[in-house]
């Protein structure tokens, strides 16, 4: 006598068709417009704003893919490994994002001036670090500096561009982007007593201010975490016979954390985090859906429980 399926829990039930129905995409549309109204009337700061952005748009790809693992009669492995796929596509995605945007207190923190001053550096903060350099411009609407002390070292700088953008009807204005900070990767190697503004060229409107932190992840680390992720939805939608229910959402998340990780820092997080949702949706929907691909024909379809081979 073949096993009898489980019955779906009432939860189970409950989330199913709260993230079928429309309520919830209404609702997530409804939170977003009021930040963003809140965001242009001033009264939310850019960083709040750019970590709700961080946590909200891999909440909702994680949703869309964790959909298929909360309907019942379908492959239990299947749809395990879309759980699985669909929090680790978030954890991986919100925790760069966020830690980003928001980075906490730093290691150490200073200001460096002048060619040749330096900012001397503790014992402890040797290792693998990440360093916000910002600064404003003054004269010059190019400033580059290179700071020695890690490895690599710190080549970068502050710059301003123009574009033109349509005001009224007919006129046009060009209008003024500030580029005025940068994270940076590094390690600080032991025994280095001190960071040293090697190089500073043009004219800057204030000092260079470093924020050390302590690297969140190995970036070696997260790229192969998100690689397994991406696996893991790939054959959920073979195992469960979806076509890119997984693993195209799951690649939205992951390419939105990668993105937001490499643009954006606390003084420019919207635009980052915007830019990251449309070029990550357009980004993830190809490799999610190659992946997918890719795994259904390597993969046999699970089977329904209930049904003996």
Not at 140 to 166: M, Q
Not at 222 to 229: I, W, Y
């Amino acid at each position: 006598m073949p096993d009898q399926p489980k019955a779906p829990s009432a939860l189970a039930l409950w989330l199913e068709d709260a993230l079928k129905s429309r309520i919830l995409q209404v609702t997530a549309i409804a939170v977003a417009a009021a930040v963003a109204a809140l965001y242009l009337a001033g009264y939310i700061s850019e960083p709040a704003t750019g970590a709700f952005a961080a946590v909200g748009a891999p909440l909702a790809g994680a949703a869309l893919a964790a959909r298929p693992a909360l309907a019942g009669g379908r492959d239990p492995r299947g749809r395990a490994l879309a759980a699985l796929a669909a929090a680790a596509a978030f954890f991986l995605s919100a925790g760069p994002s966020l830690t980003t945007i928001v980075p906490g207190e730093p290691l150490l923190a200073g200001e460096l001036s002048t060619q040749g001053q330096t900012l001397p550096v503790p014992p402890e903060a040797a290792g693998r670090v990440r360093v916000l350099v910002s600064g404003r411009l003054g004269a010059d609407p190019e400033v580059s500096f290179r700071v020695s002390g890690t490895v690599p070292a710190l080549d970068g700088r502050l710059e301003r561009s123009w574009s033109t953008a349509r005001v009224g009807r007919g006129g046009r204005a060009r209008v003024a982007h500030d580029h005025l900070a940068d994270w940076y990767e590094a390690a600080i190697p032991p025994g280095v007593a001190a960071l040293k503004l090697e190089r500073l060229q043009g004219r800057p409107g204030s000092a260079l201010a470093l924020a050390i932190h302590r690297e969140w992840m190995p970036r070696w680390l997260l790229l192969s975490a998100m690689a397994l992720a991406l696996a893991a939805s790939a054959a959920a939608d073979a195992r469960l016979g979806t076509r890119n229910d997984v693993a195209v959402p799951v690649a939205m998340v992951l390419a939105f954390g990668l993105l937001v990780d490499h643009n954006a820092t606390p003084l420019a997080a919207v635009g980052p985090a915007m830019g990251g949702v449309l070029l990550g949706a357009m980004l993830g929907a190809l490799a999610g859906a190659l992946a997918s691909f890719v795994a259904r024909r390597l993969l046999p379809a699970g089977r329904r429980p209930g049904k003996r081979g």
